[in-house]
Nanobody, 129 residues
Framework: DVQLQASGGGSVQTGGSLRLSCATSGFAFDDYAIGWFRQAPGKEREGVSCMRAYDGSLYHRLSVRGRFTMSSDRAKSMAYLEMNNLNPDYTAVYYC??????????????????????WGQGTLVTVSS
């Protein structure tokens, strides 16, 4: 079974940092893109950072560039999201998800949730002022 497990969320104050981890299993990691998405209260889910596992091709949402860093460990089938200089606007449930890339028309694009078929359960990030 395909499984993704996000962890590492918690409560921090403005200016703090967190590192989220996404443990995956049940699929060939290199054949997928891993994405980090977030959903704030009352808002739609949005893509934060997405990466093609095979070569590390990366997309970061404009608002997090210079603040968030996504990485992966292909040997461990893990993905990470380092989040720095957080503020309350980043309070949300953060999810990791996987999208199959071995299709003729796949592109990294702008990290849209619609293409991601497999999802983890989410981890809550709360940033207080």
């Amino acid at each position: 079974d395909v499984q993704l497990q996000a962890s590492g969320g918690g409560s921090v104050q403005t200016g703090g940092s967190l590192r989220l981890s996404c443990a995956t299993s049940g699929f060939a990691f290199d054949d997928y893109a891993i994405g980090w998405f977030r959903q704030a209260p009352g808002k739609e889910r949005e893509g934060v950072s997405c990466m093609r596992a095979y070569d590390g091709s990366l997309y970061h949402r404009l608002s997090v560039r210079g603040r968030f860093t996504m990485s992966s460990d292909r040997a461990k089938s893990m993905a990470y999201l380092e989040m720095n200089n957080l503020n309350p606007d980043y309070t949300a449930v953060y999810y990791c998800a996987a999208e199959f890339t071995k299709t003729p028309f796949w592109t990294l694009g702008s990290c849209q949730a619609i293409g991601y078929a497999y999802w983890g359960q989410g981890t809550l990030v709360t940033v207080s002022s």
